[in-house]
């Protein structure tokens, strides 16, 4: 590869280049788009690391294929966007920025609190967090707890909280729940980073992400040293075909409602893909971001109580207490307990007791339940409030994905595109919006704008002049 010369530390090998080829050999009229992407996607999950210098984009296209013009102007875009930095003399490094930026992938930024509307998702209505419940809790648990739980804990978790949350899960989510399978562990991001380990342990080295995806994904397994493959989604969730043709034996999901794009999995859809993991001998990784929340539709449970041996499942109280506990669990296929189990003991031999035995009581009595049936109320109202505000001030637009979770898709026809042009054009009205091109491996060419909108951590009141101000913007 001619670019070899100019590859010091940072990227293993060729990988990097390697990975921009699908990009190359898209059709002519979206590859310029699809080459920016892949950059991006390569720089956000760390391939491309901080201070490594760029091939010169005369190397790079001859090594991809393409024409120079492309590379240069994909350079241009990425460097305006501080992805890449030119050097004062000849040269395009990987920008300082970008360490910033990774972690960032789409909804992890702390919110900066400027700005006069912000519909970035991921973060739910901190406000509702039950202070005077869990405080009361505290003090009960300081004062309950036997001396020998202040020592090492059981990596897995205190026996209590496990049993509690095993009875919540089935309960909830239709998961078949062993508390001897559940480790609890810092969060949905804890645990991704486990199983990454774990499956790379057994010499797996790729897994499927869904595309478009979360970012966030893509970044905790390529840390752990796997590549990761971007497989397309349909009307039912993510597609058999591809899946099949792909080569992979573990597949990440969201099928409660899908980030981003709001889908929840058909009964059709998961049935296939537990029959495809089976003949694999293959596993499936489910996240069940937003399974919490649902509104006008049926409770649909978690794909692991369909087959437990196939399925690891891992959910967190980021969404319905507060991201900031860093709180969550996994569970695991007997197979790979064990595993898992040494792991997180190696990692930080287990979450810290008093936490646990707090939000253990805090389930016992039934103060979660409360919880989520408050929150659940807040956010239907607010997602309603969403709805009508888009159909008042842009009636063209097509919304979706609003049966559960805590965000929404607005399609807003192709004069109001393309997507990046739209989003700058709200950032300088002091509108944060987040467009779905963002969370996509492989960039579609529609026309049109595509908006993943964030609404529950925003009053009524909020939204409603969050969407006026977007409409504002467009007509000024
Ligand atoms: C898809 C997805 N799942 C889960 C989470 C929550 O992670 P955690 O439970 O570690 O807070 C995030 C964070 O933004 C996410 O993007």
Redesign the pocket.
Known sequence: MTSSGTNPGGLTGSAAWELLLPAASAPARARGRALQAALREAIRSGRLTSGTRMPSSRDLAADLGVSRGLVTEAYEQLTAEGYLRSGRGAGTWVGDAVRAARPV????APRPGGGRADFVP?TPDLSLFPRAAWGAAQRAVLADLPHHDLGYPDPRGLPRLRTALAELLARRRGVVADPERIVV????????TLLGWALHARGMRAVGVEDP?????GALYAAAGMRTVPLPLDADGLAPGPLVASGVRAVVT?PAHQ?PTGIAYSARRRTELLSWARSVDGLLLE?D??GDFRYDRAPVGALQGLDPERVAY??????SLA?GL???WLLVPGFLTEEVVALKRAMDLGNPSLDQALFARFLERGDYDRQLRRCQRAYRERRDTLVAALSEHFPEARVSGIAAGLHAIAELPGRHGPEAAFVKRMADAGVAVRALGDCAHTPTDGPGVRLVLGYAHLTPTRIRTGVRLMAEALDG
Do not use: E, F
């Open positions: 992938a789409h909804d992890l991921g562990v810092s969060g949905v991001t804890q645990a991704t995806g979360s970012p966030q994904h969201t980030y996240d971001y937003d891992t959910g967190s109280v980021s969404k991201p860093r709180l969550g």
